[in-house]
């Protein structure tokens, strides 16, 4: 008996076990085989992650390898809100003066929310952004925090599910996700020219969304190509804290950082340009004032500015009018400093010379019904050069009437009016220069004298700067180079001709009668340098608002360029409707500024001296030579 | 009587009790080896973490110097400074600037050893005067 007993007892158990080793091969064949796909992907999905890595932005620099913007790795702190509970407001009150938010919105943030999926189950939120940009000292703090929080006096009294759940939340319930910082070390300096930058939405880890740095102004957004770099991958696996196993690791493509980008502004003379337009804009009131200066011989441009200006680093404390580069954008009439073109293609096609006469009518000249006056003083009979020198309207506009329309647009168009200058910067305007099929009968003595054509501050520059260059016509350069992270240079952009506008004979008796502007002669004396001669062109031009000009609203501009005889630098300085208290001509207002920059630049640029001080400035009078 | 030896019973048997310490060896030394190298793994695994912290670490703090030094360097702050620590300081005038002409090379007498870096202590002593 008590053996059969034993048998039994035997079967029972071998039944017994043989019924658990089949639940157990079941569930083995229904989970390895049955459920194996859902199971690998849900597994896959828990471990495996496809982290994006984002490059490094690049740096911008200066000439002399200043940095004028980089990139600040900083991180972007979300919360895992479904960890929170009921504490949400206590983590809240903590967090909130060390990330400086309202602490409402942040318990608002941090509280657990539900949501039904398309597959009607209900789910909790478990990734909320918090806050963007936060800095490595910022996360330190707020860490230091998380580790510290006081959920209660004595925590060892609860329970041990209570203390597991407090220690979560400290551990587990903030996350960061890698973002940079666009930072501008100069602040406003050259801001026009940087630009600035925005965030675009991008996928990071398996489909979670982040932010990239794109450009949307200025040099960050043309050179954005070679600014933002290349993405890289990795493709690996992580523990339940999300912390990566290094281990597991199966691809690791490096991102290749973006280049860095070396601009021809020099940093110390935009500082001067910009220092200089701060008083100069104190002084007069004005809409706006900008500044450009360029080296001739290379269409470099060495400084550009506007004011108003904005801060890049704080882009939304400036208004859409502060960051506009109003010297590519803004379209006026140039005033007299146009009278360079008309006298420079009437001498370049023996039309006229320098030492040739010409009547202007006690400053009243009627032609086509309509009268025609100067605005400085009513002359009788002068030369050419001291039409220039003096800025009569009637000498100028007799010379674009012996010049003729065809050949004085042609002049205009081969001098860059009414086309882009090909500057690498967004938003440039091309002008309006008419066809003369379009122009009335008045044009023809309108035209010599700035009016009834409208151009960019840059495109006078860059027209001046030609004569000053002997003729020939550059197109402006703002990258020097690129380079890569190690400072191999990878392009370099020449100085490019654009095309020779007057011969280099016409173009020295220019600077003939240009010197003769900034003597006791001419309109331009305010602009005479101690240690060197100058050559400009004073220009005030009446503005325009629905097609007619309005009374006491100028545009007044010095164009200038110095040494003479050797540029070094040309600068432009347009304000537009100065305080009509202090003056409103070109050469009362800007030629001044132009005198301070240009001799503050000198310095610091170590130009060679010309004439030392107190030495009178000999200006060639170019009709005596003839 | 080699033979009759060789089929006594209580002979041991060297070359059966070999095989098998062998291949207890071989596969003892396996699974050893083979739990080394997950270790080496893993420690290799955390030692390349700590080293990529680590040089991440290092690339922040040069691109916050970097970035410090490009502040202290803006003449903005360089003209706040001056102002601030009202050191009077000015650009030179340029009738204040000595500028040197560069000399071509004086031609050594047969023998002497003058060194050519010498031209610049002349240049220098030349501004002395």
């Given at each position: 008996?008590?053996?059969?007993?034993?048998?039994?007892?035997?079967?029972?158990?071998?039944?017994?076990?043989?019924?658990?080793?089949?639940?157990?091969?079941?569930?083995?064949?229904?989970?390895?085989?049955?459920?194996?796909?859902?199971?690998?992907?849900?597994?896959?999905?828990?471990?495996?992650?496809?982290?994006?890595?984002?490059?490094?932005?690049?740096?911008?620099?200066?000439?002399?390898?200043?940095?004028?913007?980089?990139?600040?790795?900083?991180?972007?702190?979300?919360?895992?809100?479904s960890i929170m509970g009921t504490n949400y407001w206590l983590v809240a009150r903590q967090l909130a003066p060390i990330m400086r938010l309202d602490e409402n919105a942040l318990a608002g943030k941090l509280q657990p929310r539900w949501f039904v999926d398309e597959?009607?189950?209900?789910?909790?939120?478990?990734?909320v952004v918090l806050k963007r940009k936060v800095d490595d000292e910022e996360w330190m703090a707020i860490t230091n925090t998380m580790e510290h929080l006081v959920f209660c006096p004595d925590e060892k009294l609860l329970s041990k599910t209570r203390q597991r759940a407090f220690n979560q939340i400290r551990r587990q319930s903030?996350?960061?996700?890698?973002?940079?910082?666009?930072?501008?070390?100069?602040?406003?300096?050259?801001?026009?020219?940087?630009?600035?930058?925005?965030?675009?939405?991008?996928?990071?880890?398996?489909?979670?969304?982040?932010?990239?740095?794109?450009?949307?102004?200025?040099?960050?957004?043309?050179?954005?190509?070679?600014?933002?770099?290349?993405?890289?991958?990795?493709?690996?696996?992580?523990?339940?804290?999300?912390?990566?196993?290094?281990?597991?690791?199966?691809?690791?493509?490096?991102?290749?950082?973006?280049?860095?980008?070396?601009?021809?502004?020099?940093?110390?003379?935009?500082?001067?340009?910009?220092?200089?337009?701060?008083?100069?804009?104190?002084?007069?009131?004005?809409?706006?004032?900008?500044?450009?200066?360029?080296?001739?011989?290379?269409?470099?441009?060495?400084?550009?500015?506007?004011?108003?200006?904005?801060?890049?680093?704080?882009?939304?404390?400036?208004?859409?009018?502060?960051?506009?580069?109003?010297?590519?954008?803004?379209?006026?009439?140039?005033?007299?400093?146009?009278?360079?073109?008309?006298?420079?293609?009437?001498?370049?096609?023996?039309?006229?010379?320098?030492?040739?006469?010409?009547?202007?009518?006690?400053?009243?000249?009627?032609?086509?019904?309509?009268?025609?006056?100067?605005?400085?003083?009513?002359?009788?009979?002068?030369?050419?050069?001291?039409?220039?020198?003096?800025?009569?309207?009637?000498?100028?506009?007799?010379?674009?009437?012996?010049?003729?329309?065809?050949?004085?647009?042609?002049?205009?168009?081969?001098?860059?009016?009414?086309?882009?200058?090909?500057?690498?910067?967004?938003?440039?305007?091309?002008?309006?220069?008419?066809?003369?099929?379009?122009?009335?009968?008045?044009?023809?003595?309108?035209?010599?004298?700035?009016?009834?054509?409208?151009?960019?501050?840059?495109?006078?520059?860059?027209?001046?700067?030609?004569?000053?260059?002997?003729?020939?016509?550059?197109?402006?350069?703002?990258?020097?180079?690129?380079?890569?992270?190690?400072?191999?240079?990878?392009?370099?952009?020449?100085?490019?001709?654009?095309?020779?506008?007057?011969?280099?004979?016409?173009?020295?008796?220019?600077?003939?009668?240009?010197?003769?502007?900034?003597?006791?002669?001419?309109?331009?004396?305010?602009?005479?340098?101690?240690?060197?001669?100058?050559?400009?062109?004073?220009?005030?031009?009446?503005?325009?608002?629905?097609?007619?000009?309005?009374?006491?609203?100028?545009?007044?501009?010095?164009?200038?360029?110095?040494?003479?005889?050797?540029?070094?630098?040309?600068?432009?300085?347009?304000?537009?409707?100065?305080?009509?208290?202090?003056?409103?001509?070109?050469?009362?207002?800007?030629?001044?500024?132009?005198?301070?920059?240009?001799?503050?630049?000198?310095?610091?640029?170590?130009?060679?001296?010309?004439?030392?001080?107190?030495?009178?400035?000999?200006?060639?009078?170019?009709?005596?030579?003839? | 009587?080699?033979?009759?030896?060789?089929?006594?019973?209580?002979?041991?048997?060297?070359?059966?009790?070999?095989?098998?310490?062998?291949?207890?060896?071989?596969?003892?030394?396996?699974?050893?080896?083979?739990?080394?190298?997950?270790?080496?793994?893993?420690?290799?695994?955390?030692?390349?973490?700590?080293?990529?912290?680590?040089?991440?670490?290092?690339?922040?703090?040069?691109?916050?110097?970097?970035?410090?030094?490009?502040?202290?360097?803006?003449?903005?702050?360089?003209?706040?400074?001056?102002?601030?620590?009202?050191?009077?300081?000015?650009?030179?005038?340029?009738?204040?600037?000595?500028?040197?002409?560069?000399?071509?090379?004086?031609?050594?007498?047969?023998?002497?050893?003058?060194?050519?870096?010498?031209?610049?202590?002349?240049?220098?002593?030349?501004?002395?005067?």
């Open positions: 008996m008590r053996h059969s007993g034993q048998i039994r007892a035997l079967w029972f158990l071998t039944g017994c076990l043989g019924i658990g080793f089949g639940l157990l091969g079941y569930r083995l064949v229904d989970l390895q085989v049955l459920r194996h796909d859902t199971l690998a992907l849900e597994s896959s999905r828990n471990t495996e992650r496809r982290i994006v890595r984002l490059p490094r932005r690049g740096n911008i620099l200066d000439i002399k390898g200043n940095l004028l913007a980089t990139s600040k790795p900083v991180r972007t702190v979300c919360a895992d809100p597959k009607g189950r209900t789910n909790v939120d478990k990734f903030l996350i960061t996700q890698e973002d940079q910082l666009r930072v501008y070390p100069n602040g406003s300096l050259a801001a026009h020219v940087l630009g600035y930058v925005g965030t675009e939405e991008t996928t990071l880890t398996n489909g979670a969304v982040g932010f990239q740095i794109k450009g949307r102004d200025g040099i960050e957004l043309t050179l954005n190509s070679f600014l933002e770099g290349v993405r890289g991958w990795r493709q690996t696996e992580t523990d339940h804290l999300d912390r990566e196993l290094v281990a597991y690791r199966e691809q690791d493509v490096t991102p290749r950082n973006g280049y860095t980008a070396v601009l021809t502004i020099d940093a110390g003379v935009q500082h001067i340009v910009e220092s200089e337009l701060t008083s100069a804009w104190e002084e007069h009131n004005p809409i706006s004032v900008a500044c450009t200066v360029i080296r001739p011989a290379t269409g470099e441009i060495v400084a550009m500015a506007n004011l108003p200006t904005f801060d890049p680093n704080n882009l939304a404390a400036s208004s859409p009018e502060a960051r506009r580069n109003r010297i590519i954008s803004d379209i006026a009439e140039p005033g007299s400093t146009f009278k360079i073109v008309v006298v420079s293609a009437a001498l370049n096609e023996n039309v006229s010379r320098l030492s040739d006469l010409v009547d202007c009518e006690r400053g009243i000249f009627q032609y086509a019904g309509l009268t025609l006056h100067d605005a400085h003083e009513k002359y009788g009979i002068l030369s050419v050069q001291d039409v220039v020198a003096k800025s009569s309207n009637v000498g100028a506009a007799k010379i674009g009437i012996k010049l003729g329309a065809e050949r004085l647009e042609e002049y205009m168009r081969r001098f860059g009016f009414g086309e882009s200058t090909g500057i690498v910067l967004p938003g440039e305007v091309r002008g309006i220069v008419h066809p003369v099929s379009r122009w009335s009968k008045i044009e023809i003595t309108r035209i010599p004298m700035g009016q009834g054509v409208a151009t960019t501050p840059l495109q006078m520059c860059l027209a001046m700067s030609a004569i000053a260059n002997k003729g020939v016509l550059m197109r402006p350069r703002l990258v020097d180079q690129v380079q890569d992270l190690d400072g191999r240079v990878l392009v370099t952009y020449p100085p490019q001709v654009a095309r020779r506008v007057v011969s280099e004979a016409v173009a020295q008796q220019m600077v003939a009668a240009l010197k003769a502007v900034v003597s006791t002669n001419g309109t331009g004396l305010s602009a005479q340098m101690d240690y060197y001669t100058v050559a400009g062109k004073t220009g005030t031009a009446q503005k325009a608002a629905g097609g007619k000009y309005v009374s006491g609203k100028f545009f007044s501009s010095f164009i200038g360029f110095f040494p003479a005889d050797n540029p070094e630098l040309c600068i432009s300085v347009v304000f537009d409707e100065p305080d009509m208290k202090k003056g409103h001509y070109g050469g009362a207002i800007a030629a001044p500024i132009f005198r301070r920059i240009a001799e503050r630049s000198a310095n610091y640029l170590a130009i060679p001296v010309e004439v030392m001080r107190n030495q009178t400035l000999a200006v060639t009078n170019h009709a005596e030579a003839d | 009587m080699a033979r009759n030896h060789k089929y006594q019973p209580a002979t041991l048997r060297f070359g059966p009790a070999i095989k098998a310490a062998l291949l207890c060896i071989f596969f003892g030394g396996a699974g050893i080896g083979y739990v080394w190298q997950k270790t080496q793994i893993q420690h290799l695994a955390d030692q390349q973490k700590r080293l990529e912290s680590r040089f991440e670490e290092l690339h922040r703090q040069n691109d916050k110097l970097m970035r410090a030094v490009a502040v202290l360097c803006s003449p903005r702050e360089l003209d706040e400074r001056v102002k601030k620590m009202n050191l009077g300081l000015v650009p030179p005038q340029p009738d204040q600037i000595v500028r040197l002409r560069e000399v071509a090379e004086p031609q050594a007498h047969p023998g002497s050893n003058i060194d050519p870096r010498s031209r610049e202590m002349v240049q220098m002593y030349a501004i002395h005067k």
